[in-house]
Protein backbone atom coordinates (compact mmCIF):
# COMPACT_ATOMS: atom_id res chain seq x y z
CA UNK A 1 0.00 0.00 0.00
CA UNK A 2 0.87 3.19 -0.51
CA UNK A 3 1.40 4.36 3.19
CA UNK A 4 2.97 7.83 2.60
CA UNK A 5 0.56 9.04 0.36
CA UNK A 6 -2.24 7.98 2.68
CA UNK A 7 -0.60 9.55 5.47
CA UNK A 8 -0.27 12.67 3.61
CA UNK A 9 -3.98 12.85 1.98
CA UNK A 10 -5.33 12.38 6.04
CA UNK A 11 -2.64 15.21 7.02
CA UNK A 12 -3.58 17.78 4.57
CA UNK A 13 -7.61 16.80 5.37
CA UNK A 14 -6.98 17.87 9.03
CA UNK A 15 -5.63 21.15 7.95
CA UNK A 16 -8.83 22.15 7.24
CA UNK A 17 -11.04 20.62 9.34
CA UNK A 18 -13.12 22.82 12.20
CA UNK A 19 -11.85 20.64 15.31
CA UNK A 20 -8.12 20.24 13.70
CA UNK A 21 -6.77 21.91 16.82
CA UNK A 22 -8.26 18.79 18.81
CA UNK A 23 -6.21 16.31 17.01
CA UNK A 24 -2.44 15.57 17.20
CA UNK A 25 -1.25 13.03 14.32
CA UNK A 26 1.84 11.16 15.15
CA UNK A 27 3.20 8.74 11.86
CA UNK A 28 5.31 6.05 12.43
CA UNK A 29 6.97 3.84 9.63
CA UNK A 30 8.18 0.19 9.63
CA UNK A 31 6.62 -0.55 12.92
CA UNK A 32 7.99 -4.00 14.62
CA UNK A 33 5.72 -5.38 17.70
CA UNK A 34 8.47 -4.06 19.89
CA UNK A 35 7.78 -0.59 18.03
CA UNK A 36 4.24 -0.59 18.79
CA UNK A 37 4.57 -1.86 22.22
CA UNK A 38 6.47 1.62 22.91
CA UNK A 39 4.18 3.81 20.89
CA UNK A 40 0.83 2.91 22.71
CA UNK A 41 3.06 3.65 26.16
CA UNK A 42 4.72 7.17 25.24
CA UNK A 43 2.06 8.26 23.23
CA UNK A 44 -1.21 6.98 24.91
CA UNK A 45 -3.62 7.32 21.55
CA UNK A 46 -7.25 7.79 21.79
CA UNK A 47 -7.10 6.57 17.56
CA UNK A 48 -4.62 3.96 16.44
CA UNK A 49 -4.40 3.69 12.36
CA UNK A 50 -2.73 0.50 11.13
CA UNK A 51 -1.87 1.23 7.39
CA UNK A 52 0.29 -1.81 5.97
CA UNK A 53 -0.57 -5.33 4.81
CA UNK A 54 -2.41 -8.24 5.79
CA UNK A 55 -2.51 -12.00 4.85
CA UNK A 56 -5.82 -14.14 3.47
CA UNK A 57 -4.73 -16.40 7.02
CA UNK A 58 -5.94 -12.90 8.35
CA UNK A 59 -2.32 -11.93 10.40
CA UNK A 60 -1.36 -8.49 9.74
CA UNK A 61 2.37 -8.35 8.85
CA UNK A 62 4.62 -6.27 10.77
CA UNK A 63 8.92 -6.19 10.63
CA UNK A 64 10.49 -7.99 12.89
CA UNK A 65 13.91 -6.95 14.37
CA UNK A 66 15.71 -8.43 11.04
CA UNK A 67 13.99 -5.55 9.48
CA UNK A 68 12.16 -8.96 7.70
CA UNK A 69 8.38 -9.32 7.50
CA UNK A 70 6.44 -11.42 9.87
CA UNK A 71 2.86 -12.25 10.60
CA UNK A 72 1.17 -11.74 13.74
CA UNK A 73 -1.75 -13.33 14.78
CA UNK A 74 -4.76 -12.07 16.23
CA UNK A 75 -4.99 -13.48 19.26
CA UNK A 76 -1.50 -11.76 19.96
CA UNK A 77 -2.48 -8.54 19.18
CA UNK A 78 -5.77 -8.77 21.06
CA UNK A 79 -3.47 -9.54 23.92
CA UNK A 80 -1.42 -6.24 23.58
CA UNK A 81 -4.57 -4.32 23.76
CA UNK A 82 -6.14 -6.05 26.51
CA UNK A 83 -3.22 -4.45 28.43
CA UNK A 84 -2.55 -1.44 26.80
CA UNK A 85 -5.37 -0.25 24.62
CA UNK A 86 -7.35 1.35 28.06
CA UNK A 87 -6.94 5.17 26.33
CA UNK A 88 -7.51 3.70 22.82
CA UNK A 89 -11.17 4.38 21.61
CA UNK A 90 -10.89 3.38 18.02
CA UNK A 91 -8.31 1.39 15.99
CA UNK A 92 -8.19 1.71 12.39
CA UNK A 93 -6.67 -1.85 10.60
CA UNK A 94 -6.70 -0.27 6.70
CA UNK A 95 -5.24 -3.73 5.02
CA UNK A 96 -6.42 -6.65 3.55
CA UNK A 97 -8.52 -9.26 5.42
CA UNK A 98 -8.30 -7.43 8.19
CA UNK A 99 -11.63 -8.56 10.10
CA UNK A 100 -10.19 -11.83 12.20
CA UNK A 101 -7.80 -9.20 14.20
CA UNK A 102 -10.41 -6.78 14.49
CA UNK A 103 -13.07 -9.02 16.00
CA UNK A 104 -10.27 -10.22 18.67
CA UNK A 105 -9.12 -6.23 19.56
CA UNK A 106 -12.91 -5.71 19.46
CA UNK A 107 -13.03 -7.50 22.89
CA UNK A 108 -10.91 -4.78 24.44
CA UNK A 109 -11.40 -1.48 22.45
CA UNK A 110 -14.93 0.18 21.76
CA UNK A 111 -14.34 0.84 18.60
CA UNK A 112 -12.16 -1.59 15.54
CA UNK A 113 -12.39 -0.65 12.08
CA UNK A 114 -11.31 -3.96 9.82
CA UNK A 115 -11.52 -5.35 6.47
CA UNK A 116 -13.77 -8.43 5.33
CA UNK A 117 -11.34 -9.18 2.41
CA UNK A 118 -8.85 -7.52 0.12
CA UNK A 119 -8.92 -3.66 -0.57
CA UNK A 120 -7.75 -1.50 -3.36
CA UNK A 121 -4.91 1.14 -2.49
CA UNK A 122 -7.18 3.53 -3.66
CA UNK A 123 -10.56 2.60 -1.35
CA UNK A 124 -8.60 2.25 1.25
CA UNK A 125 -6.27 5.73 1.27
CA UNK A 126 -10.15 7.96 0.33
CA UNK A 127 -12.08 5.76 2.90
CA UNK A 128 -9.65 6.57 5.61
CA UNK A 129 -9.52 10.57 4.40
CA UNK A 130 -13.39 10.93 4.86
CA UNK A 131 -13.18 8.97 7.97
CA UNK A 132 -11.25 11.34 9.37
CA UNK A 133 -12.27 14.22 7.97
CA UNK A 134 -15.70 12.85 9.36
CA UNK A 135 -14.44 13.35 12.48
CA UNK A 136 -12.66 16.16 12.50
CA UNK A 137 -15.95 17.96 11.96
CA UNK A 138 -16.96 16.62 15.19
CA UNK A 139 -18.96 13.71 13.67
CA UNK A 140 -18.81 10.05 16.26
CA UNK A 141 -17.35 7.25 15.26
CA UNK A 142 -20.38 5.50 14.19
CA UNK A 143 -21.24 8.38 11.43
CA UNK A 144 -17.70 8.77 10.16
CA UNK A 145 -17.50 5.03 9.71
CA UNK A 146 -20.74 5.09 7.28
CA UNK A 147 -20.28 8.70 5.61
CA UNK A 148 -16.50 6.97 4.48
CA UNK A 149 -18.31 3.98 3.16
CA UNK A 150 -21.09 6.29 1.33
CA UNK A 151 -18.48 8.30 -0.36
CA UNK A 152 -16.24 4.88 -1.98
CA UNK A 153 -19.85 4.66 -3.49
CA UNK A 154 -20.40 8.03 -4.56
CA UNK A 155 -16.56 7.69 -6.11
CA UNK A 156 -17.87 4.85 -8.36
CA UNK A 157 -15.51 2.59 -6.13
CA UNK A 158 -17.40 -0.10 -5.48
CA UNK A 159 -15.38 -1.36 -2.17
CA UNK A 160 -17.79 0.31 0.21
CA UNK A 161 -19.14 -3.24 1.65
CA UNK A 162 -15.35 -4.09 2.58
CA UNK A 163 -14.92 -1.95 5.60
CA UNK A 164 -16.64 -3.64 8.99
CA UNK A 165 -17.44 -1.19 12.20
CA UNK A 166 -16.99 -3.80 15.51
CA UNK A 167 -18.26 -2.59 18.53
CA UNK A 168 -17.05 -4.14 22.10
CA UNK A 169 -19.56 -6.89 22.88
CA UNK A 170 -21.38 -5.03 25.65
CA UNK A 171 -23.19 -7.91 27.66
CA UNK A 172 -26.37 -7.30 28.62
CA UNK A 173 -26.55 -10.13 31.45
CA UNK A 174 -23.66 -9.10 33.81
CA UNK A 175 -22.16 -11.02 36.11
CA UNK A 176 -18.54 -10.57 37.99
CA UNK A 177 -16.90 -13.66 39.16
CA UNK A 178 -15.11 -13.05 43.01
CA UNK A 179 -11.39 -13.34 42.71
CA UNK A 180 -10.43 -16.79 43.85
CA UNK A 181 -13.58 -18.46 43.95
CA UNK A 182 -15.82 -19.72 41.21
CA UNK A 183 -18.69 -18.08 42.84
CA UNK A 184 -21.05 -15.46 40.59
CA UNK A 185 -23.07 -12.72 41.17
CA UNK A 186 -25.32 -12.03 38.92
CA UNK A 187 -27.97 -8.85 38.24
CA UNK A 188 -30.35 -8.90 41.18
CA UNK A 189 -33.65 -7.49 39.91
CA UNK A 190 -35.75 -4.65 41.20
CA UNK A 191 -38.88 -5.84 43.08
CA UNK A 192 -41.78 -4.64 40.54
CA UNK A 193 -42.95 -2.04 43.12
CA UNK A 194 -39.93 -0.43 42.73
CA UNK A 195 -40.40 0.09 38.77
CA UNK A 196 -43.47 0.59 38.78
CA UNK A 197 -43.31 4.07 41.38
CA UNK A 198 -39.82 4.92 38.32
CA UNK A 199 -41.99 4.34 35.92
CA UNK A 200 -44.58 7.06 37.00
CA UNK A 201 -41.90 9.35 38.40
CA UNK A 202 -40.29 9.04 35.11
CA UNK A 203 -43.99 9.60 33.55
CA UNK A 204 -45.19 12.57 35.66
CA UNK A 205 -41.40 14.75 35.55
CA UNK A 206 -40.81 13.65 39.40
CA UNK A 207 -37.35 12.13 38.63
CA UNK A 208 -34.10 13.36 39.18
CA UNK A 209 -30.94 11.56 37.45
CA UNK A 210 -27.27 11.39 39.40
CA UNK A 211 -24.96 10.71 37.39
CA UNK A 212 -21.58 9.54 38.70
CA UNK A 213 -18.00 8.59 37.20
CA UNK A 214 -19.47 5.08 36.16
CA UNK A 215 -21.70 6.12 33.91
CA UNK A 216 -18.32 7.39 31.68
CA UNK A 217 -15.70 5.58 33.38
CA UNK A 218 -15.34 3.36 29.83
CA UNK A 219 -14.64 6.54 27.94
CA UNK A 220 -12.24 8.35 30.27
CA UNK A 221 -8.40 7.12 31.39
CA UNK A 222 -8.32 5.60 34.91
CA UNK A 223 -6.53 8.89 36.56
CA UNK A 224 -5.83 7.53 39.98
CA UNK A 225 -4.31 4.65 39.05
CA UNK A 226 -2.40 6.50 36.25
CA UNK A 227 -1.34 9.18 38.78
CA UNK A 228 -0.42 6.92 41.25
CA UNK A 229 1.97 4.78 38.72
CA UNK A 230 3.12 8.47 37.65
CA UNK A 231 4.01 10.25 40.82
CA UNK A 232 5.20 6.97 42.85
CA UNK A 233 1.79 7.24 45.30
CA UNK A 234 2.81 5.43 48.94
CA UNK A 235 -0.49 4.04 49.71
CA UNK A 236 -2.57 1.53 49.37
CA UNK A 237 -5.66 2.95 48.42
CA UNK A 238 -4.31 3.72 44.74
CA UNK A 239 -8.02 3.16 43.08
CA UNK A 240 -9.15 6.49 45.18
CA UNK A 241 -9.13 9.75 42.86
CA UNK A 242 -9.91 12.07 45.77
CA UNK A 243 -6.89 10.61 47.42
CA UNK A 244 -4.31 10.39 44.48
CA UNK A 245 -5.32 13.82 43.62
CA UNK A 246 -4.86 15.11 47.44
CA UNK A 247 -1.58 13.55 47.48
CA UNK A 248 -0.78 15.27 43.82
CA UNK A 249 -1.65 18.75 45.37
CA UNK A 250 0.51 18.19 48.14
CA UNK A 251 3.59 16.84 46.36
CA UNK A 252 3.60 19.63 43.75
CA UNK A 253 2.42 22.63 46.03
CA UNK A 254 0.00 23.84 43.71
CA UNK A 255 -4.39 22.51 44.72
CA UNK A 256 -4.85 23.97 40.65
CA UNK A 257 -2.47 21.59 39.48
CA UNK A 258 -4.71 17.75 39.84
CA UNK A 259 -7.58 19.80 38.62
CA UNK A 260 -6.08 21.80 35.62
CA UNK A 261 -4.18 18.82 34.43
CA UNK A 262 -7.49 16.75 34.69
CA UNK A 263 -9.54 19.00 32.98
CA UNK A 264 -6.85 18.73 30.10
CA UNK A 265 -7.07 14.75 30.28
CA UNK A 266 -11.28 15.11 29.96
CA UNK A 267 -10.80 17.90 26.98
CA UNK A 268 -9.12 15.52 25.25
CA UNK A 269 -11.03 12.77 24.71
CA UNK A 270 -13.48 12.47 21.77
CA UNK A 271 -17.10 12.60 22.78
CA UNK A 272 -18.52 8.68 22.04
CA UNK A 273 -21.04 7.24 20.31
CA UNK A 274 -24.00 7.13 22.92
CA UNK A 275 -26.28 4.94 20.78
CA UNK A 276 -27.53 2.41 23.30
CA UNK A 277 -25.88 3.72 26.15
CA UNK A 278 -27.11 4.59 29.76
CA UNK A 279 -26.93 8.25 29.10
CA UNK A 280 -28.55 7.85 25.88
CA UNK A 281 -31.39 6.17 27.62
CA UNK A 282 -31.30 9.27 30.69
CA UNK A 283 -31.42 11.95 27.27
CA UNK A 284 -34.77 10.29 26.25
CA UNK A 285 -36.54 10.35 29.43
CA UNK A 286 -37.25 13.65 28.46
CA UNK A 287 -36.83 15.07 32.35
CA UNK A 288 -35.80 18.90 33.01
CA UNK A 289 -32.99 18.49 35.53
CA UNK A 290 -30.08 15.83 35.55
CA UNK A 291 -27.45 16.61 38.28
CA UNK A 292 -24.15 15.26 37.64
CA UNK A 293 -20.61 14.79 40.04
CA UNK A 294 -18.85 14.22 36.82
CA UNK A 295 -16.72 17.35 35.28
CA UNK A 296 -17.30 16.46 31.83
CA UNK A 297 -19.98 17.59 29.32
CA UNK A 298 -21.62 13.74 28.51
CA UNK A 299 -24.99 14.07 29.45
CA UNK A 300 -25.25 17.32 27.14
CA UNK A 301 -23.84 15.77 24.21
CA UNK A 302 -26.49 12.83 24.75
CA UNK A 303 -29.06 15.20 25.47
CA UNK A 304 -27.96 17.40 21.98
CA UNK A 305 -28.29 13.82 19.99
CA UNK A 306 -31.86 13.69 21.23
CA UNK A 307 -32.53 17.15 19.92
CA UNK A 308 -32.60 19.12 23.52
CA UNK A 309 -30.73 22.06 23.94
CA UNK A 310 -29.48 21.77 27.13
CA UNK A 311 -28.13 24.32 29.63
CA UNK A 312 -25.53 23.41 31.72
CA UNK A 313 -24.76 25.42 34.91
CA UNK A 314 -22.21 24.61 37.61
CA UNK A 315 -22.33 24.55 41.63
CA UNK A 316 -20.93 27.81 42.90
CA UNK A 317 -19.49 26.14 46.14
CA UNK A 318 -17.15 28.59 48.12
CA UNK A 319 -17.28 32.41 48.50
CA UNK A 320 -13.61 31.96 46.55
CA UNK A 321 -15.33 30.16 43.39
CA UNK A 322 -18.27 32.65 43.55
CA UNK A 323 -15.78 36.00 43.59
CA UNK A 324 -14.08 34.45 40.42
CA UNK A 325 -17.14 33.91 38.39
CA UNK A 326 -18.48 37.16 39.05
CA UNK A 327 -14.68 38.57 38.07
CA UNK A 328 -14.69 36.78 35.17
CA UNK A 329 -17.89 37.95 34.08
CA UNK A 330 -19.42 34.04 34.44
CA UNK A 331 -22.77 34.39 35.39
CA UNK A 332 -25.37 31.70 35.79
CA UNK A 333 -28.24 30.91 33.41
CA UNK A 334 -30.68 32.49 36.19
CA UNK A 335 -28.97 35.72 36.11
CA UNK A 336 -28.63 35.72 32.18
CA UNK A 337 -32.19 34.85 31.71
CA UNK A 338 -34.47 35.17 35.06
CA UNK A 339 -37.37 33.56 33.35
CA UNK A 340 -35.28 30.50 32.84
CA UNK A 341 -36.96 27.32 33.70
CA UNK A 342 -35.74 23.69 33.24
CA UNK A 343 -37.95 21.64 31.05
CA UNK A 344 -37.96 18.93 28.45
CA UNK A 345 -36.71 20.91 25.87
CA UNK A 346 -34.57 22.74 27.02
CA UNK A 347 -32.71 20.83 30.32
CA UNK A 348 -30.53 21.90 32.93
CA UNK A 349 -27.86 19.87 33.54
CA UNK A 350 -26.56 21.03 36.91
CA UNK A 351 -22.87 20.10 37.66
CA UNK A 352 -22.47 19.73 41.31
CA UNK A 353 -19.02 19.39 41.35
CA UNK A 354 -17.84 21.77 39.07
CA UNK A 355 -16.47 21.20 35.59
CA UNK A 356 -13.62 20.93 33.02
CA UNK A 357 -14.22 24.44 31.64
CA UNK A 358 -13.75 25.84 34.86
CA UNK A 359 -11.10 23.54 36.82
CA UNK A 360 -11.79 25.98 39.46
CA UNK A 361 -15.14 24.84 40.44
CA UNK A 362 -13.71 21.30 40.33
CA UNK A 363 -14.40 19.24 43.75
CA UNK A 364 -11.52 16.67 43.66
CA UNK A 365 -9.14 16.56 46.59
CA UNK A 366 -9.86 15.50 49.87
CA UNK A 367 -9.90 18.98 50.80
CA UNK A 368 -12.38 19.94 48.19
CA UNK A 369 -14.89 17.24 49.42
CA UNK A 370 -14.91 18.19 52.95
CA UNK A 371 -15.25 21.98 52.38
CA UNK A 372 -17.77 21.24 50.11
CA UNK A 373 -20.10 19.73 52.63
CA UNK A 374 -18.83 22.77 55.36
CA UNK A 375 -19.72 25.44 52.80
CA UNK A 376 -23.08 23.61 52.15
CA UNK A 377 -23.98 23.62 55.87
CA UNK A 378 -22.68 27.17 56.96
CA UNK A 379 -24.45 28.52 53.76
CA UNK A 380 -27.18 26.59 53.25
CA UNK A 381 -28.59 24.98 49.87
CA UNK A 382 -30.22 28.53 48.98
CA UNK A 383 -27.08 30.12 48.50
CA UNK A 384 -25.88 26.85 47.16
CA UNK A 385 -28.44 25.73 44.97
CA UNK A 386 -30.43 27.41 42.60
CA UNK A 387 -34.17 27.54 43.55
CA UNK A 388 -35.13 24.57 40.73
CA UNK A 389 -32.47 22.23 41.67
CA UNK A 390 -33.87 22.74 45.47
CA UNK A 391 -37.10 21.70 44.97
CA UNK A 392 -36.66 18.97 42.84
CA UNK A 393 -34.15 17.45 45.38
CA UNK A 394 -36.89 18.19 48.24
CA UNK A 395 -40.37 16.56 46.08
CA UNK A 396 -38.55 14.44 43.74
CA UNK A 397 -37.42 10.29 43.08
CA UNK A 398 -33.51 9.97 42.74
CA UNK A 399 -32.15 7.64 39.99
CA UNK A 400 -28.25 6.91 40.76
CA UNK A 401 -26.28 6.03 37.86
CA UNK A 402 -22.91 5.47 37.98
CA UNK A 403 -22.06 4.98 41.82
CA UNK A 404 -20.87 3.19 44.20
CA UNK A 405 -21.55 2.58 48.09
CA UNK A 406 -18.07 2.93 48.58
CA UNK A 407 -17.59 6.39 46.32
CA UNK A 408 -16.87 9.17 47.90
CA UNK A 409 -18.94 11.98 46.25
CA UNK A 410 -22.18 9.44 46.85
CA UNK A 411 -21.95 9.46 50.37
CA UNK A 412 -21.26 13.51 49.65
CA UNK A 413 -24.64 14.04 48.08
CA UNK A 414 -26.52 12.83 50.72
CA UNK A 415 -24.44 13.45 53.93
CA UNK A 416 -24.11 17.03 52.77
CA UNK A 417 -26.87 18.21 49.91
CA UNK A 418 -29.57 16.26 50.10
CA UNK A 419 -29.55 16.00 54.40
CA UNK A 420 -30.48 19.57 53.70
CA UNK A 421 -33.61 19.26 51.90
CA UNK A 422 -34.77 16.40 54.02
CA UNK A 423 -38.41 16.12 54.27
CA UNK A 424 -40.92 13.53 55.53
CA UNK A 425 -42.15 13.24 51.90
CA UNK A 426 -39.04 12.80 50.09
CA UNK A 427 -40.10 9.73 47.52
CA UNK A 428 -37.60 6.66 47.91
CA UNK A 429 -35.19 6.44 45.13
CA UNK A 430 -33.06 3.79 43.58
CA UNK A 431 -29.28 3.10 42.95
CA UNK A 432 -27.95 1.20 40.56
CA UNK A 433 -24.77 -0.73 42.16
CA UNK A 434 -22.51 -2.83 39.99
CA UNK A 435 -21.89 -6.35 41.83
CA UNK A 436 -17.95 -6.08 41.96
CA UNK A 437 -18.59 -4.26 44.89
CA UNK A 438 -19.54 -7.48 46.93
CA UNK A 439 -16.41 -9.29 45.33
CA UNK A 440 -14.57 -8.49 48.64
CA UNK A 441 -16.83 -10.40 50.71
CA UNK A 442 -17.04 -13.33 48.48
CA UNK A 443 -16.92 -15.84 51.87
CA UNK A 444 -20.51 -13.94 52.56
CA UNK A 445 -22.00 -12.28 49.84
CA UNK A 446 -25.69 -13.27 50.22
CA UNK A 447 -25.36 -11.85 53.77
CA UNK A 448 -23.33 -8.61 53.08
CA UNK A 449 -25.84 -8.01 50.13
CA UNK A 450 -28.82 -8.30 52.73
CA UNK A 451 -27.25 -6.07 55.26
CA UNK A 452 -26.82 -3.35 52.53
CA UNK A 453 -29.95 -3.45 51.07
CA UNK A 454 -31.86 -2.90 54.10
CA UNK A 455 -28.76 -0.13 55.27
CA UNK A 456 -29.55 1.89 52.24
CA UNK A 457 -33.32 1.91 52.28
CA UNK A 458 -32.68 2.70 56.02
CA UNK A 459 -30.36 5.19 55.98
CA UNK A 460 -30.82 6.83 52.46
CA UNK A 461 -34.29 6.22 51.52
CA UNK A 462 -32.41 3.77 48.59
CA UNK A 463 -33.65 0.69 46.97
CA UNK A 464 -30.50 -1.06 45.58
CA UNK A 465 -30.76 -2.91 41.43
CA UNK A 466 -27.19 -5.17 41.68
CA UNK A 467 -26.39 -4.76 38.16
CA UNK A 468 -24.17 -2.73 35.88
CA UNK A 469 -25.56 0.68 34.33
CA UNK A 470 -26.00 -0.87 30.58
CA UNK A 471 -28.20 -3.53 31.94
CA UNK A 472 -30.46 -1.33 33.97
CA UNK A 473 -30.71 1.08 31.23
CA UNK A 474 -31.87 -1.08 28.53
CA UNK A 475 -34.16 -2.59 31.03
CA UNK A 476 -35.56 0.58 31.92
CA UNK A 477 -36.38 1.56 28.03
CA UNK A 478 -37.90 -1.64 27.45
CA UNK A 479 -40.02 -0.75 30.13
CA UNK A 480 -40.97 2.35 29.51
CA UNK A 481 -41.55 1.18 25.74
CA UNK A 482 -43.94 -1.58 26.59
CA UNK A 483 -45.90 1.28 29.62
CA UNK A 484 -46.21 3.88 26.46
CA UNK A 485 -48.04 0.97 24.49
CA UNK A 486 -49.88 -0.02 27.41
CA UNK A 487 -51.18 3.92 27.64
CA UNK A 488 -51.43 3.55 23.84
CA UNK A 489 -53.74 0.44 24.03
CA UNK A 490 -55.63 1.66 26.96
CA UNK A 491 -56.68 4.96 25.74
CA UNK A 492 -57.82 3.61 22.40
CA UNK A 493 -59.89 1.39 23.63
CA UNK A 494 -63.42 0.91 23.60
CA UNK A 495 -66.26 1.62 26.79
Avoid at 216 to 241: C, F, I, N, T, V
Wanted: net charge negative; glycine share 4%; hydrophobic share 35%.
Amino acid sequence: MKVIQEYNEIYDEFRSVRLRDQFELVQRHAVSIKDLQRILLEQEPQILHFSGHGSQESALIFQNEDGQSEEVSPNALAELFKILGKNIRCVVLNSCYSEKQAKAIAKHVDYVIGMVRAISDNAATKFAVYFYQALGFGKDIRDAFDLARSQLELSNIPEEETPKLLRKRQDLQFTARAPGTSLEVASMPLEERYWKELLYAIRDKKCTPFIGPGASGQWLPDMARKWADEHDYPLEDSSQLARVAQFLAIQEGEEMFPKNTLSREIQNVIPPDFRNTPYDVLADLNLPIYITTNYDYFMEEALKKARKDPVTELCRWNNNLRDYLEMTGMKSIFEKEPQYKPSESRPLVYHLHGDINTPESMVLTERDYLDFVINLNRHGEEVMLPTDVNSALAKNHYLFIGYSLDDISFRVIFQGVISLVETPFRQKSISVQVPEYLNKYSNKQAKVQQYLDKYTEKMFKVHVYWGDAQKFTMELRRRLDDKENLIKTTAAAPF
